[in-house]
């Protein structure tokens, strides 16, 4: 395999220390930046006359910096990667420029339904800083929506069926043998909102669909986890919900639900990433670094 001439982290990449040097055994010469570019020309800057580019999911790679960076042949995303239009790259024009862009899938869910359960007992049964109705309660029948069956999605749908509750789902695409397997039936989005007691999504980066219409829908008395790494919802909108009665948000990172919302006392987030746990980020090196192979293999 042909080593890249240099590589640069423009930012964290998120991983443990020992796979960064890992992964800096595959160019000749590596500069890994600690902290995260405030603007374009500083990614310009920090690129330079680069082959290789590395970043996580903070930092945009627009055309901006493609056009100012001509010797970049490879731009590797070290987080999900799903689809182009919700990249913090732009891939098509990477594409047209005959840059390869990578990016993993996968590592991460097994610590997201740990956190979704763990959020969700707590607050049904009181044993955190507030609790949803005046009594205790269990998962055991509670109405659960999900937003979103993809990869996360199926899995959160599975763990919640596992412990009893009443799961529904919307998305983009059905899951017909998933209905199957779980006795989980497929509701338009509004009719979704209208039956459940518990709502979760699972969207990709700036996929909103919860606006003002769709709390009212969704009504009083109710609990949103998003699990997506950016809001899902209009944050104004969700303000407004939050200063109803009896309804609590939470999402397992701050940006998750919104600067403006994350300090009121029924907003509960958290500093870490669920999908960001030591083993998760093993399986994001691994894929990272396979996808490396891969390109330098064919290179």
Not at 124 to 140: D, I, N, S, Y
Not at 152 to 158: E, K, P
Not at 178 to 201: H, S
Request: charged share 25%.
């Amino acid at each position: 395999m042909k080593k890249f001439k240099k590589m640069v982290a423009i930012e964290p990449t998120k991983l443990l220390p020992e796979w960064d040097q890992k992964l800096k055994e595959y160019a000749e010469e590596a500069i890994f930046y600690t902290d995260i570019p405030q603007d374009a020309q500083t990614i310009i800057e920090r690129i330079g006359d680069t082959d290789c580019v590395m970043l996580s999911f903070t930092s945009f790679i627009d055309r901006q910096v493609l056009d100012a960076c001509p010797n970049i042949r490879y731009i590797g995303i070290c987080a999900s990667l799903y689809a182009p239009e919700n990249a913090n790259v732009d891939i098509l024009y990477a594409n047209e420029k005959g840059i390869v862009v990578t990016g993993v899938r996968d590592y991460g869910d097994e610590g997201v339904k740990e956190y979704a359960i763990s959020e969700l007992v707590r607050l049904l049964q009181g044993r955190g800083p507030a609790m949803w109705k005046e009594e205790p309660l269990e998962l055991t029948d509670v109405k659960v929506g999900i937003i979103g069956m993809g990869t996360v999605g199926s899995l959160l749908a599975r763990t919640m069926d596992f412990f009893g509750m009443d799961v529904n789902y919307f998305s983009r695409t059905r899951k017909p043998e998933l209905e199957k397997e779980l006795g989980m039936d497929y509701l338009p989005l509004a009719e979704l909102l209208g039956n459940v007691d518990i709502l979760i999504t699972c969207l990709n980066k700036n996929v909103v669909l919860l606006d003002e219409a769709a709390f009212a829908t969704f009504g009083n008395g109710k609990i949103l986890m998003n699990v997506s790494i950016a809001p899902s919802h209009e944050v104004s909108a969700l303000k407004n919900w939050l200063a109803q009665p009896g309804n609590f948000a939470f999402s397992d990172t701050e940006a998750g639900l919104g600067a403006e919302v994350i300090d009121l006392p029924n907003a509960f987030t958290g500093k870490i990433n669920a999908g960001l746990t030591s083993l998760a980020k093993v399986r994001l090196a691994q894929k990272v670094i396979k996808n490396i192979e891969v390109f330098q293999t064919k290179g």
